[in-house]
Structure formats: structure tokens, C-alpha cells
């Protein structure tokens, strides 16, 4: 709401440069959604603080707990998803947290994929060695054994929808049949909405990390989970009792970011299949990871529930390790930079056996399949001839 300014000369310079900055109301609708760039919100009465609080007046108090931009996004998200609800955290690990904090606690089981972002599994390991959780990992691509890991105590389970950063592709609707009554917790931000919406396929919530897809242009960081009314209450509590809470600046960011997205995913799984392509080709690359290759082992699960592509991630194997993967990053600096996240507007590279799988020891990453010489490839919006003319130069032998 806004407030009228005070008559002119009727107070002292210090209180109207204090109570400045308002407007005039008006009635017209602005085309872009505004910042609701503001700490606290203002209650003219008790009786409006109650009514708030109560639900029965739609308003908003203090911003850690909920402000226009947070909603805005949340629940366009949960649209996209077909979720009833959502609440947008810091980032994405404040998701997982506030997910963790709200559905579990000591001494509970959790199930999680064996192969996983590495913060999410540093953050499950930490929470069983100092609180008291159980976890168990297991292998998404063998779920036969899946319902003998179940206990009473089994309250939530963890996967990647394509997994990072070897784009395994889950097998949701059997994975839900096989848990029965346990709650699936997907982390979609390698497929996003646009390919493949978990809750479909009987997921209770889904989780993303705002700061790639989502938002798309590298200047977020966020995260959001979405789900049933009744869980995201919980969620949303967490998130609020420990201050993971997002900016409504950078909500209001990735507000605009997701108008793009059915685009942009179309755009750089189109480029990312002609690049791996390319790349399975090339005498120096050992290996390439992309479900939507023929190569992949899950291909054919991929083309049943991607049939909208795959996306823009890819991996791939370079025989000389670290050193190769080192004389590539250097090579393609200026055109394909080395930079430790993904899904920007522009193509990228990572190095996941030193960023975000290094809290790994080097026996799990082996053991997992993440080697020296892995590079992770974030494909942007470039045109595809041209990424793969660099990656040509980036590829060519040094003398």
C-alpha cells in the first residue's frame, strides 16, 4: 500500500527524508511484476495482525517468512510442476535443509541415490555422523533390492532425475512402486519441469536449484521445492525458523528467468545431442555421458520419460586425466570458461572430481565413476557449429 506524501513544509527536513520514497496511490496495473524489495510490511491495527496471521486477511508481515516475490515464484514453479504448492529458499542446498529439517530427525532412515551432487550427500553423511540420521545409498539403476533396505524408520528418499554428473536417468514410477508408502524427494534441476515433471510419476516433492534452469543466466542464487499443501507448511516453517529464506530481489530474478525456460530447454537439448554427437566421435574424448545417446545405458528408459529431450548437460571421458582435462581449460578459456556451476546462458565447463564432488574420497569418486579426467559440459545457447569448432581447437594436440 501506498502512502500519501506529507504536506509540504509541515515537518522537519529529517522526518520527511525519512518517511520519503512513496508514491502516490494509483490504480493502473504495472506490465512487469514489482520488487517487493522490503524487510517488513505494515499492520494499520491488531485486528489486521490477527487476521494475517489467522489466514482469513491475504497479507504478508515479516519478509524471512513470506513476501510477494517468493510467492510469485514458488507458485509458478508448482504450476509447472503440478504441485499444489511451493516455497523458494536461499539456494538450492537450503531446500534440501529445510526439507531434511522438516521431515526427519534423529535416528530416522533416509534412502538416498548412491550417486548424487556431492554437497547433497556431504550434507546427509554430516547430519548421520553429528544428529543421529541414518542413511542408506543405493544404486538407482538396481532397484530389485530396494524394498529390503525399507525400515519403520525409513521417512524420505533422495534422488536425481538425471543425476550429476553422470546423467543416470531414474526410473521414477518404479522407484515410487518400489518404496510404497516412503516419500520421494526429486531433485529435478537437470531435467526441470520442461522435461520431466516427478511429481507425475508419484514423487511427493520436487526440488531445484534455482541458481542453474530455472533462473538460466548465472546471476541467481536459490533454490525452491515444491509439493503437497500440507508438506510444503512444514517446508516453509523450516525455512523461516532457520533463516534460509530467499531475497525477493533474486525471486523476482529468477521470476523472470523461468519465461524463457520451455525455450531454453528446448534450445540446448537440441544443441547438447548434436554436441555429444560430436564428441563420441572425437579421438581424444573416451567417453561421453548423454542419456540421449544410443550408447547410454539409459537410453531407452530416457526416451520413455525425457521425450522432450534431455537437456543441456553432458559429460565426457579424456584419457589423459587431470592434465588433459587442465590443457582444455586452458585452451577454451576465452570461449568455454571453466566455471564451477551450469545451466547459464552461455556454454561451460566443470571439473567434478575437484568441485562439486570433491568432498568425495578419490576411492568413491573411482568407485562411482567420476575420474581425473572427467569434464562436465553445461551447454548454453551458443550455436552448435561454433561450440563444436571450439571444442575442436580446445581438443587438438599441444606440441
Known sequence: MTKPHDAPNASADSTLAARGGWAEDFTTRTSSP???????????SLDQLDAVTGGREKGYIYTRDGNPNHEAFASDVARLERAEAGVVTASGMGALTAVLMALVKSGDHVLAARVLYGRTGQLLN???ASFGLKVTYF????LGSLPSLITPETKLCIVESISNPLLEVADLPRLVSALGAVPLLVDSTFGTPCLIRPIEHGAALVWHSVSKYLNGHGDVMAGVVVGSHSMIRKIRAMSSLYG???NPFESWLASRGLRTLPLRMERVSQTALTVA????QHPRVSKVFYPGL??????????RLLPHGCGGMLAFDLAGGRSAVDALFRALADVIPFSPTLADARTTMSYPAGTSHKFMTAAERADYGIGDGLVRLSIGLEDAADLERDLSCGLRPRV
Open 126 to 128: 554430516h547430519l548421520a
Open 277 to 280: 554427437r560430436f564428441l563420441e
Open 244 to 246: 534460509v529464506n530467499a
Open 139 to 142: 544404486d538407482v539403476a538396481d
Open 294 to 303: 544410443a550408447s547410454h545405458p539409459d537410453h531407452a528408459l530416457a526416451q
Open 34 to 44: 514489482p520488487v517487493y524489495m522490503t524487510t517488513a510490511f505494515d499492520l494499520h
